[in-house]
């Protein structure tokens, strides 16, 4: 019976030493991913010492035995374990990874047994640990034994990439340029678009360099760079793994909102969105006020892959009304979606790992997101300003055309004195009708004042076709297909509308009755622009329209 128990331990021992092979680095200008040659341990007492952990046998562990190395939402703290080959490396080996911990504590044991200690991560205070950042670098010399680690972290990814100096420089130079390039970016177009909006006034700029803003914290805070240069030894902050995405989608939430006006154009769609931002509001709160869970970065991944289609749906619906900027918004966040999933299949270990494309779409996916979201905000702001252009090249026009009223006006004015010194009392019709005429030709004068990027326009009254409510903001068309995008809402433009020839048709649509060119029988009807839009009117003002239009 004993020699049957021996056989199968045996056979059990066997076979977990093949399920582990073993580290054999052979020298190359790449690095090596040592994921494949990882076993792992979850900590469920979260009692375990290196001691006890070292003396475990190789059955106690979970081989990983694929490239990558991702559990992702933990609880438990967990145990990893890489053994070598005795074969003395050529040069010092390096095992390199860069993904943010909470607490890594590394031990190698060489060949005689010797053991180092290395103890990091981003909740032990600066002065208590071996590296600043998140970038980890540990020596294992020319004859490492074994390698045991601890990691505890809301998610555990842990790329470890083993191989010489040569190779290691190499890699962690791209990702440094790429950072530093991708830093000075995000920094430049906030910076930039704070200018403009203290130039414009315009909460747009605002918002989008708010939204900047904490992308650039982001990525410092993914180096471990903010502890350095702002959080120093504050657990609170350096703990944070909802708090600051919670933050970054308040403000995608006001830029998106604002940038596509989505509260007026697609009212069911900013309620949903809101909704999820309130969620997603509840969920900060329970990370301040109860211990981290599981559940937390779930629900967190959930929601945030929900609002990323959702306002991709948003760009599209509002690209489909005519919006031109929306197609760079769109563009921008699709790829940066596109970027997160390529991460996520590579985490997956369904895409190639240690790709730079592949390890850092999200960080390239972020460069593209913030350039084409510059570009749209530019496009939106040319837009408006062409609008503007066009609008003060009809007020030129009007103003030429003016001049020639005011010479017409003045031989009016010598006829009326001539009929007043000439002609007997029993002609007062001739100057009723001088008068009439004079006060229509000054009725053509009339002006609205409307803030623009390219300052106030006075917008000649008899010039404007309809104003269309856009939330905030208004919409005014005029003569010669000319329109603009006023900063104001409708109802701040009305009292200044003459109520004889203006007619709120609706709660979202002002018309100038002079204009109207056909009338659409129905409930509330609608009446035909010369443009040929098509503007329903409500049932409540039915009857006051047909009585302007004198149709019975």
């Known amino acids: 019976m004993n020699r049957v128990i021996l056989a199968v331990y045996g056979s059990l021992m066997a076979f977990s030493t093949w399920a582990q092979p073993k580290v054999d680095y052979q020298k190359t200008d790449k690095l090596l991913d040592v994921a494949p040659y990882v076993a792992y341990l979850a900590d469920t007492a979260q009692k375990l010492t290196f001691g006890q952990v070292r003396r475990l046998p190789r059955a106690a562990f979970v081989v990983n035995g694929k490239e990558g190395l991702s559990l992702?939402?933990?609880?438990?703290?967990?145990?990893?374990?890489?053994?070598?080959?005795?074969?003395?490396a050529p040069e010092d080996l390096y095992l390199f990874t860069d993904f943010p911990l909470h607490y890594l504590d590394v031990y190698l044991i060489d060949q005689n047994d010797s053991v180092t200690v290395w103890k990091t991560g981003l909740l032990r205070p600066l002065g208590g640990r071996h590296f600043l950042t998140n970038n980890y670098s540990f020596n294992l010399g020319r004859n490492p034994?074994?390698?045991?680690?601890?990691?505890?972290?809301?998610t555990l990814y842990l790329p470890f990439l083993l191989g010489t100096i040569q190779p290691l420089v190499a890699y962690t130079f791209k990702y440094d340029l790429l950072i530093g390039a991708l830093l000075g970016l995000i920094l430049?177009?906030?910076?930039?678009?704070?200018?403009l909006y203290f130039s414009l006034k315009d909460l747009t700029f605002l918002y989008y360099s708010s939204y900047e803003l904490i992308l650039f914290y982001l990525i410092f805070k993914g180096m471990g760079a903010h502890q350095v240069f702002f959080t120093r030894n504050n657990p609170w902050f350096n703990a944070d793994n909802i708090t600051s995405t919670v933050l970054c989608a308040t403000f995608s939430f006001l830029f998106v909102n604002k940038f596509l006006n989505i509260k007026a154009l697609a009212p069911r769609l900013y309620v949903w969105n809101l909704s999820i931002l309130a969620a997603l509001m509840a969920l900060m709160f329970t990370e301040w006020l109860l211990p981290y869970k599981i559940w937390h970065n779930n629900v967190l991944d959930v929601?945030?892959?929900?609002?990323?289609?959702?306002?991709?749906l948003g760009g599209v619906y509002i690209w489909y009304l005519g919006y031109e900027p929306a197609k760079y918004f769109t563009l921008a966040w699709f790829l940066f979606l596109v970027s997160v999933v390529v991460r996520f299949l590579s985490l997956s270990n369904i895409l190639p790992k240690h790709l730079f494309?592949?390890?850092?779409?999200?960080?390239?996916?972020?460069?593209?997101?913030?350039?084409?979201?510059?570009f749209a905000v530019a496009y939106r702001f040319n837009l408006f300003r062409k609008e503007a252009r066009d609008a003060h090249a009809l007020v030129l026009q009007r103003s030429a055309e003016n001049e020639k009223l005011l010479l017409a006006h003045n031989c009016i004015l010598e006829e009326k004195i001539k009929l007043e010194q000439n002609l007997p009392?029993?002609?007062?019709?001739?100057?009723?009708?001088?008068?009439?005429?004079?006060q229509t030709e000054r009725g053509k004068n009339k002006k609205l004042a409307v803030s623009t990027v390219e300052g106030v326009l006075l917008l000649p009254i008899a010039d404007i076709i309809r104003l269309e409510a856009l939330g905030s903001y208004c919409t005014i068309y005029l003569t010669q297909r000319k329109k603009i995008v006023a900063s104001k809402?409708?109802?701040?433009?009305?009292?200044h509308l003459d109520k004889l020839d203006f007619i709120r048709v609706h709660k979202s649509h002002i018309i100038n009755i002079n204009f109207v060119e056909r009338y659409v029988r129905g409930e509330g009807g609608a009446v035909v622009m010369p443009d040929g839009t098509e503007v329903s009117v409500s049932r409540g003002m039915k009857t006051e329209l047909l009585g302007k239009l004198c149709i019975f």
Not at 145 to 153: D, H, L, P
Not at 188 to 195: A, G, K, Q
Not at 357 to 374: F, W
Not at 489 to 495: A, D, H, N
Request: charged share 15%; hydrophobic share 50%; aromatic share 10%.
């Open 72 to 88: 992702g939402n933990q609880e438990l703290p967990h145990w990893f374990r890489i053994d070598f080959t005795d074969a003395t």
């Open 145 to 154: 034994k074994q390698v045991i680690f601890r990691a505890q972290s809301p």
């Open 188 to 195: 430049s177009l906030s910076l930039y678009n704070l200018f």
């Open 303 to 312: 929601l945030i892959i929900i609002n990323s289609l959702s306002v991709i």
């Open 357 to 374: 494309l592949v390890d850092y779409s999200i960080h390239l996916g972020m460069a593209i997101e913030s350039l084409l979201l510059s």
């Open 425 to 438: 009392a029993t002609a007062p019709n001739d100057l009723q009708l001088l008068f009439e005429k004079i």
């Open 489 to 495: 809402s409708m109802s701040e433009f009305e009292p």
